[in-house]
């Protein structure tokens, strides 16, 4: 029998967010493999460490062109095409070195206002009486305040943006109306930030380069393309770790007992890139368009073809990380997981994420030692969406 899209095993699978798919041990024999994708595509489904972190940093891997015309789709767009290369946008519009300042984990201030705003948030909860919603009440609030901050935008606006998310990094088949919608809305309040003048942080900084002749070739839009696409991305990524590591504090012990000094742990600083290393919160492939044949394995991987790089898969090769389900903090090379990414797309804001999710995790830890799960974690109804496999609620008694 002939193997079409049909025939093929759908990707991603179903998975619930606490453990890795079964299917995953079923690819150490065959570590790049044809799925089918949302869309209805083929791919290249690539697990292995080696061959992950290969595809990562080869070039000829494109993550731009999976938004070409007529490229294989992992599934419907929900921003617009050039927007999917977007560090690569703003390196190539001059704009790079105003963002990493913006995205400074030692920038002034910002560590006495991220403890502040954790403490603030774990105040509140605590006030409200268990259960408190860790979800919806800390992580989402927590990081959408800080990426506010960054960006000199009002914190009470927010939720406004936040609202857009579960649509703008949906997996969808077909395009869904209502990410339009929400991209022109989200750009238009970028766009009025631009004139206000009690906007700051990196608005305001991209503001003041539209009366620089050097940067004549800005528009608004492509200035407000740059907040509204590092808040989405931004808030995305972090939330959706911090809330994955919140579950894993919840339902292992061992991770539980390495974070808490008490229980003769590194602590939360100590624990990280393992942390990292064993997040679940991406759920899916990170899509890269084949330029040229490449040998890529056994494979011979054609021009054009999809490649989706299985980061969960590639952390717990045990080929690369021994025993790669226990949790070990002094794990000698637990800082080589790709949960970042790799390449010329290595995330940028990894030393920012890492310390805003250690001072989150910290404060909930010394607040409230005796945390843990008010309902049983197979009552979490967990949501497919990219960049994260998160719970709807995640509900906490104290």
């Not at 997040?279 to 990170?286: A, F, Q, R």
């Amino acid at each position: 029998m002939s193997v079409t899209a049909e025939t093929l095993p759908a990707f991603p699978f179903d998975w619930d967010g606490t453990r890795l798919p079964a299917e995953v041990g079923a690819l150490r024999a065959e570590p790049v493999r044809k799925v089918r994708t949302i869309a209805g595509a083929e791919a290249w489904l690539v697990s292995s460490y080696e061959l992950c972190r290969q595809v990562l940093e080869d070039p000829r891997f494109s993550l731009k062109d999976t938004s070409a015309p007529g490229a294989p789709r992992q599934y419907a767009l929900t921003i617009p095409p050039h927007v999917v290369n977007n560090m690569g946008n703003i390196t190539g519009a001059g704009l790079r070195k105003a963002v990493m300042k913006a995205i400074n984990p030692k920038a002034p201030g910002l560590e006495e206002w991220l403890r502040a705003r954790a403490g603030a948030l774990v105040d509140a909860l605590v006030a409200e009486g268990a259960p408190g919603e860790l979800r919806g009440g800390y992580a989402d609030p927590y990081s959408a305040g800080l990426h506010c901050r960054m960006l000199g935008i009002p914190e009470e606006d927010g939720p406004r943006l936040l609202r857009s998310l579960d649509v703008a990094f949906m997996n969808a088949p077909r395009e869904i109306e209502a990410a339009r919608l929400n991209w022109d809305r989200d750009i238009a309040y970028m766009t009025e930030r631009l004139d206000d003048p009690g906007t700051g942080g990196l608005m305001a900084e991209l503001a003041a380069l539209r009366e620089d002749p050097d940067y004549a070739h800005l528009t608004d839009e492509m200035l407000a393309t740059v907040g509204v696409t590092l808040f989405g991305a931004g808030v995305i990524s972090t939330a959706g770790f911090l809330t994955m590591a919140l579950v894993s504090v919840l339902t292992r012990p061992d991770v539980r007992e390495a974070l808490t000094a008490g229980g003769g742990g590194r602590g939360v600083a100590g624990a990280m890139d393992e942390l990292l290393r064993v997040n679940l919160s991406i759920g899916d492939g990170l899509p890269r368009l084949a330029l040229e044949d490449v040998r890529l394995g056994e494979v011979e991987v054609r021009a054009g073809e999809l490649v989706l790089v299985l980061v969960e898969a590639a952390n717990h090769d045990p080929g690369h990380f021994p025993d790669p389900l226990a949790f070990r903090p002094d794990r000698e090379n637990a800082s080589d997981h790709l949960s970042f990414g790799g390449g010329s797309h290595y995330c940028p804001a990894t030393a920012l994420g890492k310390r805003h999710a250690e001072i989150a995790l910290e404060s909930l830890l010394d607040r409230l030692p005796t945390l843990r799960l008010a309902v049983p974690v197979e009552q979490l109804v967990w949501r497919t969406n990219f960049m994260k496999r998160l719970p709807e609620r995640l509900p906490v008694a104290w």
